[in-house]
């Protein structure tokens, strides 16, 4: 392993250490260099702060995480992730209980927002179908309701994790996958049921 990420993978182990006994905002620069005896100048070598350093530890981890899964399978990625967040619980319900400037819950709402945009969408035509009965553009109704599962989803796994996950992570995921089955369903029975005209 070169060198670079030696030091990187230092940098994030500390960090991770460090919440576990104070809050991620308490953590300076200095706490996290003096845990791995390593210089500011070296810090600030790899990273711009530490909230560069929490992204970084969790793009790096999911994506090693989602290598391992088939990426055109919505459902195999969600347990693995699940358990995954389990595991780290601590170090993500610090960063994410953080919603000051830099905020990691943004980070992560983004990366729940491009899986969202990629598995959970209806087809293109019903989005348009349906921003045409409310007037509005399809574009916008898309993004918006992207932005409206990537938000359910981000407060269902804070609440979990912050409540001290005591749902095993297959039975929250679990969960996760019959809400959606749930939405489907709803939106099915919805589109089946006959139209009733005003005045008839």
């Not at 300076?28 to 992204?55: M, P, Q, W």
């Not at 358990?83 to 319900?93: D, G, I, S």
């Amino acid at each position: 392993m070169a060198e670079s990420n030696l030091t990187k993978k230092a940098l994030a182990q500390a960090l991770k250490e460090l919440t576990q006994t104070q809050p991620f905002e308490k953590v300076g620069i200095n706490d996290i260099c003096n845990a791995c005896h390593v210089s500011r100048k070296t810090f600030y070598y790899h990273f711009r702060d530490k909230y560069a350093l929490a992204e970084w530890i969790f793009d790096t981890e999911i994506i090693e995480l989602l290598q391992k899964c088939n990426l055109d399978d919505y459902s195999s990625m969600v347990l693995p992730i699940c358990q995954y967040l389990y595991q780290n619980r601590t170090f993500y319900v610090s960063l994410m209980h953080y919603q000051g400037q830099n905020a990691f819950r943004a980070h992560f709402q983004d990366f729940l927002f491009s899986a969202v945009e990629k598995f959970l969408l209806p087809e293109y035509t019903e989005i348009n179908a349906v921003a045409d009965m409310g007037g509005i553009d399809a574009d916008e109704t898309q993004t918006f309701y992207a932005h409206f599962l990537a938000d359910a989803i981000l407060s269902a796994i804070y609440r979990w994790m912050s409540e001290g996950a005591k749902l095993p992570p297959e039975k929250f995921a679990a969960l996760l996958k019959s809400t959606e089955v749930l939405i489907q369903i709803k939106a099915h029975q919805q589109q089946s049921e006959p139209k009733e005209h005003p005045g008839v």
